[in-house]
């Protein structure tokens, strides 16, 4: 058993606790890698991979949803534009370019939060409850 500091408070405490005794911290549980999270991230990052993997499932989920609407409503919105639709549906497969770009950006973000915070996966991963 070894002794470890707590990043907020500095009290030195168990490394097998949870949490610290003093100001109730989550201690992170380092049975995920930043090195797999980047990686899944980089090459899978629009299907929300990243995420699954973090334990933010239901972000993962709302970046999937996002990617796939908007990329399925790229050929519709060419067929329909061929065909001279009307305004509103134009206007509602346009949502679907905005949710794929949306999501494209959120994963930028993403990429960027993890890098700046790969010594600190605590804040990249979720807390196990």
Wanted: proline residues 2%.
């Amino acid at each position: 058993m070894a002794m470890i500091y707590c990043r907020d408070c500095g009290y030195k405490h168990s490394d097998r606790a949870k949490a610290c005794p003093k100001c109730g911290r989550v201690v992170f549980d380092a049975d995920k890698s930043v090195v797999i999270y980047l990686i899944l991230l980089w090459l899978f990052g629009v299907f929300g991979a990243h995420r699954f993997y973090a334990g933010k499932t239901g972000t993962g989920l709302a970046i999937l949803i996002m990617f796939l609407f908007g990329l399925f409503s790229f050929p519709i919105l060419a067929a329909f534009a061929s065909a001279g639709a009307d305004v509103g549906v134009m206007l509602f497969m346009g949502l679907g370019l905005i949710a794929f770009f949306a999501a494209c950006i959120w994963v930028f973000v993403d990429f960027i939060a993890a890098l700046c915070n790969i010594r600190h996966p605590e804040k990249i991963f979720a807390n196990k409850k």
